[in-house]
């Protein structure tokens, strides 16, 4: 079983950084592809990113290409998300989630979820 703790939400102003990160126990982190997810008010939990086991390679949805950048510590047991230029669009509550199998953008491929940290944008 794995457990996953979700840190670094806040509120920013647009245009300003934040960075998550995600702390991971009671499993084999570097066996787990991993994944950022969001989710807005009324709107469904969507994918930002996803890597590898051993981060060496990463994946983005469309929105976030060029100002998020996703990275790992399998060391450390951790897992980031660098986010800059951050937009209004951007406010949600941010979950990192571990799969079993697969380096994947579905949220359905994922096993294992963090609580959330909230991150919100104002204009």
């Known amino acids: 079983q794995v457990q996953l703790v979700e840190s670094g939400g806040g509120l920013v102003q647009t245009g300003g950084s934040l960075r998550l990160s995600c702390a991971a126990s009671g499993g084999t982190f570097s066996s787990y592809p991993m994944g950022w997810f969001r989710q807005a008010p009324g709107k469904e939990r969507e994918f930002v990113a996803t890597?590898?086991?051993?981060?060496?390679?990463?994946y983005y949805t469309d929105s976030v290409k060029g100002r998020f950048t996703i990275s790992r510590d399998n060391a450390k047991n951790a897992m980031y998300l660098q986010m800059n230029s951050l937009k209004p669009e951007d406010t949600a509550v941010y979950y990192c989630?571990?799969?079993?199998?697969?380096?994947?953008?579905?949220?359905?491929?994922?096993?294992?979820w963090g609580q959330g940290t909230q991150v919100t944008v104002s204009s």
């Open positions: 890597i590898t086991r051993s981060g060496g390679g990463t």
């Open positions: 989630a571990a799969s079993w199998t697969s380096y994947s953008s579905n949220r359905n491929d994922y096993d294992y």
